[in-house]
């Protein structure tokens, strides 16, 4: 990127404003969720997927019932 003039930015997702429209799709698997999440993780795994996330092995985690 350096001596090619290429820029890279990035910015806030608004994410919150999207989760009650979409949740019920991804967790129907209308919506693959693989490009936002890494691993999924049921609710009593929690504390395993704060962990990972932690430890960088996953970015994001999506709990599960």
Not at 3 to 21: F, H
Not at 29 to 51: K, M
């Amino acid at each position: 990127m350096i001596m090619r003039n290429i820029t890279l930015t990035g910015g806030v997702s608004p994410a919150r404003a999207y989760i009650e429209g979409l949740m019920p799709d991804v967790l129907d698997g209308s919506i693959d969720p693989g490009r936002v999440f890494d691993r999924r993780f049921t609710l009593d795994q929690t504390p395993d997927a704060y962990r990972a996330m932690a430890d960088r092995r996953v970015l994001k985690s999506l709990l599960t019932l």
